[in-house]
């Protein structure tokens, strides 16, 4: 079997902060590099990641369920006189069977990836002081929450809530900005993926 690997972002770069670029090509003294500080829209593509890969492996699953259930139903009677089959002497449902344990291979990868994004995203929560901080980097980004159902989540139970909906929603919007400092400044601290 093929080795499958999974492209999920990282945040890895060469010793001047820059990727893919040698330190050779850049014109900075050796006593100015300084460690680069993981940006928040890294941290915000790193974090996208998680919700992108349980869709690819909802579609995944879903891809082996139609295989599954093609597999299973009677094969259609070819009228047309042409043979059936492939040039390589395979039937469709061979076909389909092959494909079926291809997906069903790769989804055992991506599930394993999922668990260790999971860890790695909730071990840097874990650190955080903020409890609305916290709330916002988990519904949002691990249980797939948009932001008007955060923003209900968090301030729902306020009296003024539907009178002044639209500025409890810029202020889950403030909340998410600093959520991403401060997960960005112990993602750098602690040394994840690095």
Known sequence: MSELRLCVPSINRNDNGREGEPMS??????????????????????????????????????????????MRSPSSSNLSGEPSGSRD?????????????????????MCAEENRLREEIEAVIE????????????????????????????????????ENEQRYLKKTFKIHGSALQSFARIYDEKGVQK
């Open 127 to 162: 650190c955080m002081k903020k409890p609305k901080e916290k709330s916002v980097i988990e519904m949002h980004y691990l249980d797939g929450a948009v932001w008007r159902d955060v923003s209900v989540a968090l301030f729902g139970e306020e009296p003024d809530y539907d």
């Open 25 to 70: 090509k850049m014109n900075i003294p050796s006593e100015v590099l300084t460690e680069r500080q993981t940006t928040t829209d890294e941290i915000k593509a790193f974090l996208c990641s998680y919700p992108e890969l349980q869709e690819r492996i909802d579609d995944t699953e879903a891809r082996i369920a139609f295989l599954d259930m093609r």
């Open 89 to 109: 002497r395979s039937s469709k449902q061979e076909r389909d069977y092959i494909k079926k344990e291809e997906l069903e291979e790769r989804l055992g990868v």
